[in-house]
């Protein structure tokens, strides 16, 4: 019986279905005897612990109460959520244990109605109605041995990437309730406006930069004005946005703040666009929009370019130009789109960011002569770049002029950098003459560096700002592009010496380009651009043709009648017009097809790739297995 079902004709098949029966054991078994063992396979390591959240949990000096909240209901509703709580319950567990159980952790299961709901209604916890009247819960509450809280009030599944990030930042702000201080000087309106004359309402109060209030998560940010008569003490971290015309007084402050080994981070602009706008009236402005730090960068051993910003033609964002009637796309030098293999990645600051957004964004050269300061950048323009005026994209510039006037420098510009080193005071002679003797007393000079210092210059303001950033929704929703508040977050916790969030706060913040889809798309849109944009300049001619008829009257009238060769271009010019769409549709319809064949791989890669593998492994071994048992069967013959 045995030999008849183990005969050549039905070995194989026995193999393969040995095979998928041993996949999906292996499955179950994992499920339930080895739920601590992962193969994390995503690019960035999303259900990895990072170093960062081991050394925080390492660092802890008091006991943390971690409380987590979830109505089984919602898991029997909806599995999504129920995975969701594994992975919740899971990560908490391994904090436990990394934290040598200094992290107290609790689960409840707030059932409609119980004790249970009431705490995390007082704890003020969401609800989610899983049916008439009755809510339920999903939510964490974590405490510090002073009562300091934190909370996540409801965990929603589409924030998985950044879990690991949201508890860890819980974990440092309750071990560290002392929030570190960043000085902040700038003349945009980062903190929000508010002008009860203005003439529209959304002139007169404008809410804060969505930038500064991530800063102020982690930091305590205090005003600098030009009128500060000192640096606040115990202030080690200074963050200057868009200086321009800082008083003498404060310039010194600045300089003697950097020697004592203070750090600074400066986002200087050759044309600020931010600025450039009345916050009343939203017109233009005329002048210089440009910042104006060079004498204190210079001695640091930078330079911002002046009166230049950088156009890059495979980092230029998608825009839409023409009338709302007829409106084409096209690529804007001077709008920068830098991808991560234009960012240092091996740096603290950039090794998890995956994108930046800038806007008419200037460059740095390195002028350092001292042997003691060291200049490494840190973000950077590709070879296909070159240097335009600032004054060709001050007002209403023209992208299809810059593209036309485009010639590339074969040249990486910089656009952020990191400068460490001593350094050398800008003031040799002592302070600045202000006429005011008491404003520098009690204060003692220095020309050189009593300690090492390390400033953070980008080239770039605009970026900070959320029109260059965020993308807002027809829902009302606002969706990141851009990794910049990330950017600038990270670089205040390297600045301030704590590293651990850096690299957590770059897993899923932003959705990972999809390179060649936009690679294609480009390719389409660049094939036509060059004759849509032929076509629509005709058009244009034709139709003030056509104006000229309308308006004109008597013998003025007469003259401006087309000719009949004129009437037989323009049947000509709509067919080649009717032509083009064809084209363009035909290009779209390929582009979504190639995007669905993309789909379809990578789903097929995720879903069947291993079980494929499996079954491939196991045909392989079993034909090794054959043929040495072959093998063994001639010898014995042989003999």
Not at 544 to 569: H, M, R, W, Y
């Amino acid at each position: 019986m045995l030999n008849r079902i183990l005969n050549k004709e039905n070995r194989l098949t026995i193999i393969v279905l040995l095979a998928i029966i041993s996949f999906f054991s292996f499955n179950v078994l994992n499920k339930n005897f080895f739920k601590n063992l992962r193969f994390d396979l995503t690019k960035s390591n999303v259900y990895t612990l990072s170093p960062g959240t081991k050394s925080i949990l390492k660092s802890i000096n008091e006991p943390l109460d971690f409380k987590l909240f979830y109505t089984k209901q919602i898991g029997d509703i909806n599995p999504v959520y129920q995975n969701y709580y594994d992975r919740v319950k899971e990560i908490l567990e391994q904090y436990v244990l990394i934290s040598n159980n200094k992290i107290k952790f609790q689960i409840f299961n707030p059932k409609p109605f119980s004790n249970e709901e009431d705490k995390a209604v007082e704890y003020g916890l969401q609800g989610a109605e899983i049916m008439a009247g009755v809510y339920g819960y999903f939510g964490l509450i974590a405490t510090n041995s002073t009562d300091d809280e934190e909370k996540i009030i409801f965990f929603q599944p589409d924030r998985s990437p950044f879990l690991e990030y949201d508890l860890s930042k819980i974990v440092t702000n309750l071990a560290n309730p002392n929030r570190r201080i960043v000085g902040l000087y700038t003349q945009l309106p980062m903190l929000g406006t508010f002008n009860p004359l203005a003439k529209t309402q959304d002139a007169a109060a404008a809410p804060p930069w969505t930038v500064y209030n991530q800063m102020k998560e982690f930091f305590e940010v205090t005003r600098i004005h030009e009128k500060t008569r000192s640096i606040p003490e115990g202030l080690e971290l200074l963050m200057l946005v868009h200086p321009k015309k800082i008083p003498d007084r404060l310039m010194y402050m600045i300089d003697q703040f950097v020697l004592r080994g203070g750090k600074i981070l400066v986002f200087v602009d050759p044309n600020s666009e931010t600025e450039g706008f009345s916050p009343n009236q939203n017109q233009p402005t005329s002048g210089d929009n440009s910042s104006n730090l060079s004498q204190l960068l210079n001695k640091w051993g930078v330079e911002l370019v002046e009166n230049k910003v950088v156009g890059d033609l495979l980092s230029a964002r998608r825009v839409e130009i023409g009338s709302s009637d007829q409106p084409s796309v096209t690529d804007y030098l001077a709008w920068l789109d830098i991808k991560k293999d234009h960012m240092d990645s091996e740096h603290q600051i950039t090794s998890k960011v995956q994108r930046l957004t800038l806007a008419t964004s200037g460059f740095l050269k390195n002028n350092n002569n001292n042997d003691n300061i060291n200049f490494k950048r840190l973000v950077w323009s590709t070879t296909q770049s070159m240097q335009i005026d600032s004054s060709e994209v001050r007002h209403s510039p023209d992208p299809t002029d810059l593209l036309r006037n485009f010639v590339p420098s074969n040249e990486e510009l910089t656009l952020a950098a990191e400068i460490k080193g001593t350094f050398q005071s800008n003031f040799p002679d002592g302070p600045p003459d202000t006429g005011r003797k008491e404003d520098f007393e009690g204060i003692e000079h220095i020309n050189n560096s009593i300690k090492p210092s390390t400033l953070i210059v980008v080239a770039d303001a605009d970026m900070l700002y959320d029109e260059y950033w965020l993308r807002y929704e027809q829902s009302g929703d606002v969706v990141p592009i851009a990794n910049n508040a990330d950017f600038t977050v990270n670089i205040l916790e390297y600045l301030n010496g704590t590293e651990d969030l850096i690299g957590l706060r770059g897993k899923g913040s932003t959705s990972v380009p999809f390179t060649k889809v936009e690679k294609i798309q480009k390719e389409a849109e660049q094939k036509f651009r060059a004759k849509e944009q032929e076509l629509l300049e005709r058009l244009n001619n034709y139709q003030g043709k056509l104006e000229n008829i309308q308006k004109g009257s008597g013998e003025d009238k007469e003259k401006s009648l087309l000719t009949e060769k004129e009437v037989a271009e323009i049947d000509k010019f709509r067919q080649e017009m009717i032509f083009v769409r064809s084209e363009l549709r035909k290009v779209q319809n390929a582009l979504r097809k190639d995007i669905e064949d993309l789909d379809s791989m990578l789903k097929f890669f995720n879903i069947f790739f291993v079980p494929i593998l499996l079954i491939i492994a196991s045909i392989v071994l079993g034909i090794i297995e054959r043929k040495k048992r072959h093998q063994k069967h001639i010898v014995r013959e042989t003999n």
